[in-house]
């Protein structure tokens, strides 16, 4: 779900496996600003590097899916022709799930090494760490290549699909974090989509991350002398109504 920290989870993420020496890029869809101001930067479609061995970037669903189609075809002519803005729109938003693939797509590439498709500067990438957009959009674009699948002929496109399906169903190259807070709303999501990933989608799940899960600061007995105290006290530092303040609104926090 939007807000829970799916975004703060996958800069972590990318940070770790960086300083643990894997080459790691972290990605997100063309207008995620969240990204770029974890790191303080504006996030380009091209990989920037934010740290020793970890990179940042966007990911635009058209640029994406032009880049494919030209390596494809092997003609810069016939892509121009094919992305004219009279056609690109209808060909984008005509194909099932091709936007969605065209994320995913370029994702999994960037991990890719000595295959056919876009050259993508940087790549290959060790880890590659992929901010997904909020629940239903998630779970439509892990089901993508599945759909590629069904939809194409054989060839080097629903090659492609098949063989991103077969990685990301791989649970020695790829687990979905589901990212959560403890409240009902964000709860009853995670156990959705949770659901749709393990038993309909069948991928391997990483441990669920509860983000602003606080720990208890008081005993059952002073969380209750907190809460009966009156929400004022009188005291000429300033530090210490600050300190009681800060105390008895965790205290009500605690007890709810």
């Known amino acids: ?32 600003a969240r990204l770029g101001g974890l790191f303080g930067l504006e996030v380009s479609t091209r990989p920037t590097r934010v740290a020793p061995n970890l990179f940042v970037a966007s ?21 121009d022709a094919l992305f004219h803005q009279k056609f690109s729109r209808g060909f984008l938003h005509g194909i099932p799930g091709l936007r969605s693939w ?12 000595g295959r056919s498709g876009p ?7 060790d880890t ?42 791989d649970p020695r190259s790829t687990r979905v974090v589901a990212v959560t807070l403890p409240e009902d709303l ?3 999501e995670s156990l959705e989509i949770v659901r749709v990933v393990r038993d309909d989608l069948r991928l391997p799940l990483a441990p669920l991350v509860v983000n602003q899960l606080r ?3 008081f005993s059952d007995s002073l969380r209750a002398r907190l809460k009966n105290l009156d ?24 007890g709810e």
């Open 1 to 32: 779900k939007g807000g829970t920290g799916k975004s703060t989870i996958a800069a972590a993420l990318g940070l770790r496996a960086a300083r643990d020496g894997r080459k790691t890029l972290v990605v997100a869809p063309s207008g995620t």
């Open 59 to 79: 990911i635009d669903a058209e640029g994406a899916m032009r880049e494919y189609v030209e390596a494809l075809l092997s003609s810069r002519l016939l892509t």
């Open 102 to 113: 065209a994320l995913l797509g370029k994702a999994w590439f960037y991990s890719q090494q």
């Open 119 to 125: 050259k993508l500067p940087e790549a290959p990438f």
């Open 128 to 169: 590659v760490v992929l901010d997904a957009p909020s629940t239903g959009d998630s779970t439509d674009l892990l089901r993508v290549p599945s759909v590629v699948s069904d939809l194409m002929p054989v060839g080097p496109f629903r090659k492609d699909a098949d063989d991103c399906a077969a990685f990301l169903r």
């Open 186 to 188: 964000p709860v009853t």
């Open 215 to 217: 720990p208890e600061l």
């Open 231 to 254: 929400a004022t006290v009188e005291s000429s530092d300033e530090r210490v109504r600050s300190t009681f303040h800060a105390a008895h609104g965790r205290a009500v926090l605690e």
